[in-house]
């Protein structure tokens, strides 16, 4: 059993042992299970959730909400939640009621918290190694010089400006990647978009606001070829990668891409080539295929096309194209991941699992990376209403095991090959 976790109006976080912890998954509260808890690891963060006060079971197993007084005792209770590092995966929301109605939350990945014998318990499965990821790795004392020294080498680079920009001011690993030297770095190219996804983090949509403000520039090819060339060349177990929060669909810039990809290929053949998309451009994917592009990750909500349309709103192509372009990749050799936008009580459909093993069959892709999506749990219910009860990412995850045993399950991008390129 695991006990209601709170905090006052000091921020200071409680237990409340006398209630039950419950979480959340769809639109239902649950009691968690053993296997959906684990200690809360480290890089996580404990936050308090704007308005929601925190909902649980009492002596007597019923639901119960928390009073904004407690006992009478003057304290103020606010709903607690985790936000997780790299590599975890949350298995359930925490259980909270909006004070407020009608404002949404933040775009964070909240996932439900609970005290067990002194120690702090998150819902959550670890789904790959998050040492690469760890925010101790990341903010550092000397980021700033390690910034101000980029930006004297390249001085008149404009995405390095961008990315000194996303680094400093919303904590961008992939773009603090690049100024350490290391592992994946993103590099922006292009402001606009072909989707207009209900959580995108770079653009407000249907009354979302995003946390980001997205690139306002295309940059030109010596920019992006000179920035690539440098981490491809020079930084440990490199990948670089288009398509970042702070940008739209990078393959609409295609023509740049494909240029820059060619390239940075007469310099270097080191490294990873890869791109972040939506995969429904397919003639723009094709032309990145064959001009060097050694992996992609294509970001999906749903495999029903519904609810992939409800989700992503795609505007001027459909699930059939993104099917054709991931088609196009593999036929050319590039190591093809998914990027699973993963919500408990809808991603744990049975028939959400069952489009998602029809498409594994079909296209033998080498990573499913699971992805919190950071969405108000009630918004979200607003567009995709309970319609059947999920059966538990645990056991989601179980049966991608057995059934597609090929797959590895992941949260982030791999280096093809040993050395890089294949």
Not at 9 to 26: F, N, V
Not at 203 to 228: K, T
Request: glycine share 8%; hydrophobic share 40%; charged share 20%.
């Amino acid at each position: 059993m695991y006990f209601t976790l709170y905090a006052n109006e000091k921020d200071e976080l409680l237990e409340y042992p006398a209630i039950t912890m419950l979480g959340r998954t769809g639109g239902g509260w649950v009691e968690p299970v053993t296997d959906e808890m684990i200690p809360l690891p480290k890089g996580a963060s404990l936050v308090t959730i704007p308005d929601h006060i925190p909902v649980g079971l009492d002596a007597c197993e019923k639901l119960t909400h928390f009073k904004s007084d407690l006992s009478g005792s003057g304290r103020q209770a606010f709903a607690v939640a985790a936000l997780l590092p790299q590599g975890f995966t949350r298995v359930l929301l925490p259980a909270c009621v909006n004070t407020r109605s009608g404002k949404n939350l933040p775009l964070f990945g909240y996932a439900a918290v609970g005290m067990k014998q002194g120690q702090v318990y998150v819902a959550a499965v670890q789904t790959d190694q998050h040492r690469k990821w760890h925010p101790a790795f990341y903010n550092t004392e000397r980021l700033p010089v390690r910034i101000d020294r980029m930006l004297k080498k390249f001085p008149h680079n404009r995405i390095m400006r961008q990315l000194s920009h996303c680094a400093l001011q919303y904590g961008c690993f992939t773009a603090q990647n690049i100024f350490y030297g290391r592992w994946e770095g993103g590099i922006p190219t292009t402001p606009t978009c072909n989707a207009d996804c209900i959580g995108c983090i770079s653009e407000n949509h249907s009354g979302v606001n995003s946390p980001q403000e997205r690139l306002a520039f295309s940059p030109e090819v010596n920019e992006i070829v000179e920035l690539g060339v440098h981490h491809l060349a020079n930084a440990r177990e490199a990948i670089i990668s288009f398509g970042q929060g702070c940008e739209g669909e990078p393959s609409l810039s295609a023509i740049k891409l494909s240029e820059s990809i060619r390239q940075m290929r007469c310099i270097t053949d080191q490294g990873t080539i890869n791109i972040n998309t939506n995969a429904g451009y397919t003639a723009g994917i094709k032309q990145m295929v064959e001009a060097g592009l050694d992996a992609m990750r294509v970001t999906l909500f749903s495999f029903n096309e519904d609810n992939y349309n409800r989700y992503h709103r795609p505007r001027g192509y459909s699930i059939k194209d993104v099917r054709e372009s991931i088609t196009v990749a593999l036929d050319n050799g590039v190591q093809v991941s998914l990027n699973l936008l993963t919500f408990p009580g809808f991603t744990d459909r049975e028939s959400e699992i069952g489009a998602l093993m029809d498409f594994v069959h079909k296209y033998p892709v080498f990573m499913i990376q699971l992805r919190n999506l950071n969405i108000d749990p009630d918004f979200f219910q607003q567009h995709f209403a309970q319609e059947e009860l999920g059966i538990g990412i645990i056991t989601m995850l179980n049966i991608l095991a057995q059934e597609a045993p090929a797959v590895k399950v992941g949260s982030y991008t791999h280096p093809v090959g040993v050395n890089g390129r294949r």
